[in-house]
């Protein structure tokens, strides 16, 4: 029998201020919890991009688990029978935590673009809500791939009293030239898509072309140009003289696929949102006071304090979108704030996908280092 | 006082046979030449997706010469003081040789997607039928780079007889997966441009909006991320909290110029028919005869002509878009026809773009072959 989780949702009715200045006047964070709280046990676990609160076990009558519950479980990497692991649909996402498509009180109707920028802090400051409201004070360990190692980058940092620990996966400090030209033309394909409408689309059709064009390069992206060759290759689906204009290679239906299967479940201005956060995070910037976007007048996690901790980063090889030189450059970073940084390169073939699909070696690394806490 | 070049038009009035069994009922041929044609002289140069006729030297008013002017001209390269020089623009472009923009005689209106698929060897017939009005019987080379590089490959194994040499510079024997992958993804964010109309936009708004997304992504696969990170790097255009909807950052303004300098002087459909004829493009099945689309019934050069013809073959160590190690494939398949066939991979950090920019080494080399043949 599966284990059944449910995603749950904090309202908090009160004024929410993000790292901008803007406020929200409340917000709704959606979140799931796995295990038993025992007080000095909890892990929060960070979604990439398109993934949500339900990162493990079955949603009642579905039989597909959460994204990560291949590492997620008892006796798995994140061993649901010692940690209470935490879960929670990011900032700015549209799984349930308030968002470009969530209903703004002012009008009852969704914000569109007149939700306010966000940023990664602003993902962690919710997280850090989530957490008190739970009456969760201390972290074993915050940890995430991709964006979500973003966020557990940033919440180890802005709230360093309360962590003992972070794990980073396929992840950068700060996303390159390339990193944001890939986002940029994601974020072009759907603002040239006229049901886009400048985002008030909620109400009509939304703009499924520039979203599923802008998926279908995030997955040229998750591969390896390896692994996609020995998936696809040059194999084509039909065997007649191919119509041009419809896909005819593996590989074609295959990004199609993606596409379609995307826009089903995700909000376009949610991609715009998420994806500018990426881009603009540079937690060096971020963590020495000196970003652009950084609020005034608030208090962070002292870095002194982070002299007692330790932090794991995990990169793959044959990631190229988040390459290993850029974990190294996060263990560099670490290292010189005094934080007791692991490092290691997991030979896999599955590109940056590898921290959703190669969890043999992965969990070893996560519960050797989860032991060693 | 910079030498003069013109595109001048050969119009053939008679049907011109495509691979596919299909017929363009007529053709015109954009084509130019350098240097001083001498009977054994002539080399003929092929240019990448979006180039053109114009290769080297200025047009009449103009400040900017032709594609590969540093490569094409007095002392250079391809020396305009010793060859004869010959570039068309290819079939099923939009820059004077027929393609989806030009007339269907039968109706007097663009073919739009009524012009049939076209292929690679479609391209290197057309350019026979070019070389054969010129009075050009033999070819001391075919040289081109990126999608120039097949249509090369193509005419040297198809036209053996007239040529002894081909130069293949940053290309492949066929495309892989992620290649196919890259170009999908552009064809996708044309026709899902509302404009594209299903390729009936000739008399109004071209899909700029598509065929600009699908630039933008060709430029992100052109550059070598090193080179882009230093180009670029986080750079910001404006030094104000940025409104996330408009580019921000440096390599999104580029980006964004490019799209837009693009769609003034390409066509959506020749984008579509140019990029598939790329994907369908497999050397082997076509020069074995076991390619689904080949014509029946034509006479071909016969691979035995191949064993007293040289090659080069030349990459660029940072080209992530065609690799070394495809370069190196195009080797290994020509020495097996017992093609006599050198490889160099040059040292250079402008990526797939280097063909274009980085000439100093890459003339040493040509210029080495050109004199050996």
Not at 38 to 60: C, K, M, V
Not at 103 to 123: E, K, V
Not at 228 to 244: A, L, S, W
């Given at each position: 029998m599966n284990t059944l989780a449910e995603t749950r949702i904090l309202h908090i009715p009160r004024p929410f201020k993000l790292e901008s200045g803007d406020c929200l006047p409340e917000l709704d964070i959606a979140y799931e919890t796995y295990g038993e709280?025992?007080?000095?046990?909890?892990?929060?676990?960070?979604?990439?991009?398109?993934?949500?609160?339900?990162?493990?076990?079955?949603?009642?009558?579905e039989n597909k688990p959460g994204w990560w519950d291949v590492m997620i479980g008892p006796g798995k990497a994140f061993d649901t029978d010692r940690y209470f692991i935490i879960c929670s649909n990011c900032l700015g996402g549209c799984q349930g935590t308030t968002g470009p498509s969530s209903?703004?009180?002012?009008?009852?109707?969704?914000?569109?673009?007149?939700?306010?920028?966000?940023?990664?802090?602003?993902?962690a400051d919710v997280q850090r809500a989530l957490l008190a409201d739970l009456g969760v004070e201390r972290l074993v360990c915050v940890a995430g791939?991709?964006?979500?190692?973003?966020?557990?980058?940033?919440?180890?940092?802005?709230y360093s009293t309360m962590c003992a620990a972070f794990i980073c996966i396929a992840s950068a400090l700060k996303h390159s030239a390339q990193q944001i030209a890939f986002n940029e033309v994601g974020r072009r394909a759907i603002m040239a898509d006229p049901r886009w409408n400048e985002?008030?689309?909620?109400?009509?059709?939304?703009?499924?072309?520039?979203?599923?064009?802008a998926r279908m390069i995030g997955h040229i992206t998750y591969l390896s140009e390896k692994l996609?060759?020995?998936?696809?290759?040059?194999?084509?689906?039909?065997?007649?003289?191919?119509?041009?204009f419809r896909p005819?290679?593996?590989?074609?239906?295959?990004?199609?696929?993606?596409?379609?299967?995307?826009?089903?479940?995700?909000?376009?201005?949610?991609?715009?949102?998420?994806?500018?956060?990426?881009d603009n995070f540079d937690l060096i910037t971020s963590i020495s006071g000196t970003g652009r976007t950084r609020g005034e007048g608030r208090?962070?996690?002292?870095?002194?304090?982070?002299?007692?901790k330790k932090g794991l980063v995990i990169t793959f090889t044959s990631d190229w979108l988040y390459p290993p030189a850029q974990g190294r450059e996060i263990v560099r970073f670490c290292n010189a704030l005094h934080v007791h940084t692991s490092f290691t390169a997991i030979n896999s073939e599955h590109g940056h996908d590898s921290f959703l699909t190669d969890t043999r070696t992965q969990s070893e690394y996560i519960r050797g280092f989860l032991n060693a806490i």
């Open positions: 709280f025992r007080g000095d046990n909890a892990i929060l676990i960070e979604h990439a991009l398109s993934g949500d609160a339900h990162a493990a076990f079955y949603h009642a009558g209903p703004d009180p002012a009008t009852g109707r969704p914000y569109g673009l007149s939700f306010p920028p966000i940023t990664i802090r602003d993902m791939g991709s964006m979500g190692g973003m966020q557990a980058l940033q919440f180890f940092c802005d985002g008030r689309y909620y109400a009509d059709v939304p703009p499924e072309a520039g979203l599923s064009v996609m060759q020995e998936k696809f290759g040059r194999t084509r689906k039909d065997r007649h003289v191919p119509n041009i005819s290679f593996e590989i074609e239906h295959y990004l199609d696929y993606q596409g379609i299967a995307f826009v089903k479940r995700f909000d376009a201005n949610s991609y715009l949102y998420i994806t500018n956060a990426i208090a962070r996690g002292d870095i002194e304090d982070l002299r007692r």
